[in-house]
Structures are given as structure tokens and as C-alpha cells.
Antibody
Framework: EVQLVESGGDLVQPGGSLRLSCAAS????????MTWVRQASGKGLEWVAS????????YYVASVKGRFTISRDNAKNSLYLQMNSLRAEDTAVYYC?????????????????WGQGTLVTVSS | DIQMTQSPSSLSASVGDRVTITCQAS??????LNWYQQRPGKAPKLLIH???NLETGVPSRFSGHKSGTDFIFTISSLQPEDTATYYC?????????FGQGTKLEIK
């Protein structure tokens, strides 16, 4: 059974940093692109970042470029999101999700499995 | 970025009704469109990919197709458990973008 479990969400002050983790199981983690999607309370879904199977390619939404870093450790079946210079508008539930297409060379972002989400609150 | 516009933003229907949601892209996205269901307090669930392909295990009352430049999502016979917000998402271009969502309630 495919499982994705996020952790690391917390209350942080503006300008602070946070590292989110996503533990994957039930599939060959190194064969799939992985993605972070966020959702502010009562709002819609926003793609944040995607990373290639081997970590060699990374893509970000413009609003987080230069502040957030997506990474992965295939030996640990884990996905990460390092979040720096946090702003109030980064407050959201952050989901990790798997791209449906195995061994893809591009990020299709057809997200077939999602974690339960972890809440990041940026506030003083 | 490609803008995705869903309509309606909310609707209320009765059990057994046929329900339709429309999604328009600001430019051609070929058939690179997904539909997701998000029940209250839960993560999104992929229902349809490539505009019309039903994800494995998803009930056949859900369907999707392209009509001209519009993408249509249909529930053929609404069930109580279909109460949720539905999102379309394009993946033709980065960044992938979502519609604003359609909140579906049961009368």
C-alpha cells in the first residue's frame, strides 16, 4: 500500500525557517517524481515544487523561488521541503504527492497519491 | 501561467441527479487535464487524468471529456458520499495550475 506521511509543520515567525519531511512507503520511491502542493485555509490548491527521480531537476512556483528548496533522499525514501524567509502568505497545509507516471523524464504532475498534509503557520 | 476557470464555484443537487462542472483554460492545454475530489478535511484524490481517463478504483459514475475548449466533469448519478470540492488541474505547462474549485453539496 502506497503511503505518504508528512511531518515538520509548526508555528514559525515571519522570516523564520522550517523543514518539512515526507516519508514514503509501499512503492519504489526512486522511480517517481515527487511534488509539494499547499492549501491555505478555505482556499484552493497551489503547486509549490517538484523534483525528479534522482534529484537532478527541480521546479518551483515563482512565489517561493529562492526561498524554498525541494530535495529527496532515495536511500531513506524521503522527500523534503526546506522553507526559508517565511512569510504570512506561506501559511497553509502542505501536502506531498507522487507523480503517477513511473520512470518519467518530465514532471507530468498527475498526482495519484497524497499524504495527509502538515500545517505550517507563519505568524508573530 | 495558464489560468484555469471552473464553473460553477458551488452547487447543490439531490441524490440521483446528474451534475456537471466545467473547466476552461486560458490557452490550449491539449488533453493535459486532471480532476480531483477533496472531501472536507482530507487530501485531494485523483479521479480523472488526461481529461477522460478514469483512475483505477474510481466509480464509473464519474466521467470527463473535452468539448471544444471546455473540459467537462460529470457525475451521472449523485451519491451522498460525493459531497466534496472538485478541482481541475492542467499539466501541459509548468507551473501546473488548479481551478479555484467547485464545492458540491447534497440537498
Amino acid at each position: 500500500e502506497v503511503q505518504l506521511v508528512e511531518s515538520g509543520g509548526d508555528l514559525v515567525q515571519p522570516g523564520g525557517s522550517l523543514r518539512l519531511s515526507c516519508a514514503a512507503s509501499g512503492f519504489t520511491f526512486s522511480s517517481y517524481w515527487m511534488t509539494w502542493v499547499r492549501q491555505a485555509s478555505g482556499k484552493g490548491l497551489e503547486w509549490v515544487a517538484s523534483i525528479k527521480r534522482d534529484g537532478s531537476e527541480k521546479y518551483y512556483v515563482a512565489s517561493v523561488k529562492g526561498r524554498f528548496t525541494i530535495s529527496r533522499d532515495n536511500a531513506k525514501n524521503s522527500l523534503y521541503l526546506q522553507m526559508n524567509s517565511l512569510r504570512a502568505e506561506d501559511t497553509a497545509v502542505y501536502y506531498c504527492a507522487r507523480d503517477r507516471v513511473e520512470m518519467a523524464t518530465i514532471p507530468y504532475t498527475v498526482l495519484d497519491y497524497w499524504g495527509q498534509g502538515t500545517l505550517v503557520t507563519v505568524s508573530s | 501561467d495558464i489560468q484555469m476557470t471552473q464553473s460553477p464555484s458551488s452547487l447543490s443537487a439531490s441524490v440521483g441527479d446528474r451534475v456537471t462542472i466545467t473547466c476552461q483554460a486560458s490557452q490550449d492545454i491539449r488533453n493535459y487535464l486532471n480532476w480531483y475530489q477533496q472531501r472536507p478535511g482530507k487530501a485531494p484524490k485523483l479521479l480523472i487524468h488526461d481529461a477522460s481517463n478514469l483512475e483505477t478504483g474510481v466509480p464509473s459514475r464519474f466521467s470527463g471529456h473535452k468539448s471544444g475548449t471546455d473540459f467537462i466533469f460529470t457525475i451521472s448519478s449523485l451519491q451522498p458520499e460525493d459531497t466534496a470540492t472538485y478541482y481541475c488541474q492542467q499539466y501541459d505547462n509548468l507551473p501546473p495550475t488548479f481551478g479555484q474549485g467547485t464545492k458540491l453539496e447534497i440537498k
